[in-house]
C-alpha cells in the first residue's frame, strides 16, 4: 500500500475513535478525546509497527498479533488510555509493557520522557528498532518485571501498563507520584476494568472504574 492510501486509513480510524467516543459519552464523561492525542495518532505511522502481512488492518479498531502470544491494543483503548493519563509535556512517564512500541511513541510525542519495561525480550529487541525508526530519542526500554516499575528514575508523573494483573500491584502505586496518574486494567481475565487511579498531593490514592477491557495477563519474570 502507498503512502497516501496509509494516511487516508490513519483519517478513518481517527474518525471511527471520535464515533466510539461519541458513543460511550454517559460512561467516559466525556464526548471527545484530547486532540493532542488524536492529532500524534493521526499522524503516527502505526502500519510500521505491525508486521508486513498485518499493515493493511493496521488501522482497523482492533487488536493485532505482536507475536509471543500478545497483541498489539486497539487504536481506540490506545487513545482513551493515553487520554486519561492528561500528558503534559513536562512529564517522565512508566510504561509497563512496551510490546512493538506503538503506545510507546504516541506517549514520547507527548511527554518529556519514557521508561518502559518490556518482559519479553524480542518484543523489546523490535519495539527499540520501531521507535529508533521514529526518531523517538525520548525513550529508554529495558527487559524486566513490570511489576516492579523502575525504581532508579521513580517517581513517575503518570504511569501506563498495557497489560491486566489481577491487582493493582502496590510497587507501581509507590512510583506515581503525588499528583500523578494511573491507567491500568486489572481482574480476572473475564473481568477486568480499565482504571484510571491517581494520588493526590498527600498521597491519598482514588480508583475509578472506566470500562470493561480484555487484556493480556501481566505476567511476572520467572524466578529460579
Known amino acids: 500500500m502507498s503512502d497516501p492510501e496509509f494516511a487516508l486509513l490513519r483519517r478513518q480510524m481517527i474518525a471511527q475513535?471520535?464515533?466510539r467516543t461519541i458513543f460511550l459519552t454517559s460512561r467516559l464523561?466525556?464526548?471527545s478525546l484530547d486532540r493532542r492525542v488524536l492529532d500524534v495518532m493521526g499522524t503516527l505511522p502505526r502500519h510500521d509497527f505491525v508486521r508486513f502481512e498485518l499493515q493493511p488492518f493496521a488501522y482497523d479498531d482492533m487488536p493485532l498479533p505482536s507475536g509471543y502470544g500478545k497483541t498489539i491494543s486497539q487504536p481506540f483503548i490506545v487513545a482513551l488510555m493515553t487520554d486519561l493519563l492528561a500528558l503534559q509535556p513536562t512529564d517522565i512517564v512508566l510504561e509497563v509493557g512496551t510490546?512493538?512500541?506503538y503506545q510507546t511513541a504516541?506517549?514520547?510525542?507527548?511527554?518529556r520522557h519514557v521508561y518502559s519495561v518490556?518482559?519479553?525480550?524480542?518484543l523489546a529487541i523490535n519495539a527499540r528498532q520501531h521507535l529508533a525508526r521514529q526518531g523517538?530519542?525520548?525513550?529508554?526500554?529495558r527487559v524486566g518485571d513490570g511489576r516492579a516499575g523502575w525504581c532508579d528514575h521513580a517517581p513517575f508523573d503518570k504511569i501506563i501498563v498495557t497489560a491486566a494483573?489481577?491487582?493493582i500491584p502496590p510497587t507501581l502505586v509507590d512510583q506515581l507520584a503525588a499528583g500523578g496518574k494511573m491507567v491500568i486494567p486489572a481482574g480476572l481475565p473475564d473481568d477486568q476494568q480499565l482504571l484510571l487511579v491517581e494520588k493526590d498531593s498527600n498521597s491519598r490514592i482514588s480508583t475509578r472504574e472506566v470500562l470493561p477491557v480484555r487484556?493480556?495477563?501481566?505476567e511476572q519474570a520467572e524466578t529460579g
Do not use: Q, R
Request: net charge negative; glycine share 12%.
Open 99 to 101: 510490546g512493538l512500541g
Open 17 to 19: 475513535i471520535a464515533a
Open 165 to 167: 494483573p489481577d491487582l
Open 136 to 141: 523517538c530519542t525520548n525513550v529508554d526500554v
Open 215 to 218: 487484556f493480556s495477563t501481566l
Open 106 to 111: 504516541i506517549l514520547a510525542a507527548l511527554a
Open 29 to 31: 464523561g466525556k464526548a
Open 118 to 122: 518490556e518482559l519479553i525480550e524480542g
